[in-house]
């Protein structure tokens, strides 16, 4: 009775972390007073460091390649870890992330790189082409199948990818499944950890602004600049935030410049000649 009820806690624990990852406040708690299952999941932020890119993949067509290879063009990488028989998890997560994608001006393949890696070594070419399939209907973009990678390793690859990001797995006996956090990397052009994003479904205006900070701001629009000195990028909820004393200022400079505007603008009225009156 007692492995009975054990299995349904897991299962309980299973179900809430396909709704969402687990937020800071649980994160903060003892590691006693944490379920069990949770101690030996989630991210290790590793903000700033570097990726190994020299780790070695196959694509979902079954090519061997290096990670590298998805930087060679200067654009910033939307990174994923999941596995592709997930029954939960990864498929939500992997939901919410091309509802983000379809909702941003951006294209995967032309502005910003996708990756999916399956941190499953026993998956290969078959589930990977399966995966890709699938979520490329999702996302019915022009430059999708070559942007969006989806790739499987052996172990070693793995276990460097999943430690360079800091992301914590454990293989869950009882419903024979993996337990792993949910979230998202994006890493620079250079293979820099840039931002984490949390959770199973991500605000497109978040998304955005994180590959526009990992692209050094290249592919940033007059919009993007004035949400990004309006909001802050929080680790601990993997999110933005509005500033509100970032708002007041760039509403204090903006009231300045049109008052600057209008005096100088009544300054030149006054200055122009006026007409003198024709003779009668």
Request: charged share 25%.
């Amino acid at each position: 009775m007692g492995s009975g009820l054990e299995l349904k806690h897991r299962l309980a624990v299973l179900a809430m972390l396909s709704m969402a990852a687990p937020g800071p406040a649980l994160a903060q708690r003892p590691d006693n007073e944490r379920p069990t299952i949770l101690r030996d999941i989630g991210f290790d932020q590793k903000l700033g460091e570097k990726v190994p890119l020299d780790i070695p993949f196959r694509d979902e067509t079954g090519k061997a390649v290096r990670l590298g290879d998805y930087f060679s063009d200067g654009k910033p990488v939307v990174l994923n870890l999941v596995y592709y028989d997930c029954p939960m998890l990864c498929t939500v997560t992997l939901s919410g992330m091309a509802s983000a994608l379809k909702e941003m001006a951006f294209d995967a393949g032309k502005e910003f790189e996708v990756v999916t890696i399956s941190f499953d070594p026993r998956e290969g070419k078959e589930q990977a082409v399966a995966k890709k399939r699938e979520f490329m209907a999702r996302y019915k973009r022009p430059q999708a199948e070559k942007g969006w990678h989806f790739l499987t390793g052996e172990p070693p690859s793995v276990n460097r990818i999943t430690k360079a990001v800091g992301f914590r797995y454990t293989w869950d006996q009882a419903t024979g499944q993996f337990a792993h956090p949910a979230g998202t990397v994006v890493l620079t052009a250079e293979g820099k950890i840039a931002r984490y994003m949390f959770g199973v479904e991500y605000a497109p205006r978040d998304l955005r602004l994180a590959v526009v900070e990992a692209s050094a701001n290249r592919i940033a629009s007059p919009v993007d600049a004035i949400l990004l000195a309006c909001y802050t990028y929080d680790p601990a909820a993997g999110r933005y935030s509005a500033s509100i004393m970032k708002i007041l200022r760039l509403a204090a400079l903006g009231t300045v410049a049109a008052l600057a505007t209008f005096v100088v603008v009544n300054l030149r009225r006054e200055r122009r000649p006026r007409p003198q009156p024709r003779p009668v």
